[in-house]
């Protein structure tokens, strides 16, 4: 017999707290790297990298490469309704493309920083 279920997702959010979410991906990528530290020997750095965002996908449930696909696509395709302000949005955003580009991993992840660039672009 089965009953009725109720899915709650709470993977949602915006300018407000993407800071926090931005630390907490930087965290995860951190556990990620210290849980196969003992693969990098003898490994391309490339290769490390693409199994350090394997892993922070599985057990995260996002890599930097849909991270910044959902920036992205959130900043693009902005609605004024229930958002903070542009020029406030804009400055957050910006605050967070800087902050991982200064990472390691922004020149190891292949398209990745291409689309970040991209997005500083945009946002001017």
Request: hydrophobic share 45%.
């Amino acid at each position: 017999m089965t009953s009725p279920t109720l899915s709650l997702n709470h993977n949602w959010f915006n300018a407000a707290c993407l800071r926090r979410m931005y630390d907490s991906l930087c965290r995860e990528y951190t556990l990620s790297v210290n849980a196969i530290r003992d693969l990098k020997e003898g490994m391309d750095v490339v290769e490390f990298e693409g199994l350090v965002q394997g892993l922070l996908k599985a057990n995260y449930g996002m890599d930097w490469e849909s991270w910044w696909e959902l920036v992205d696509w959130n900043i693009r395709h902005r609605d004024d309704r229930n958002r903070v302000n542009w020029d406030a949005e804009r400055a957050i955003a910006l605050d967070v493309v800087e902050m991982w580009l200064a990472r390691e991993e922004a020149s190891l992840i292949p398209g990745v920083k291409d689309r970040v660039m991209l997005l500083r672009e945009y946002l001017g």
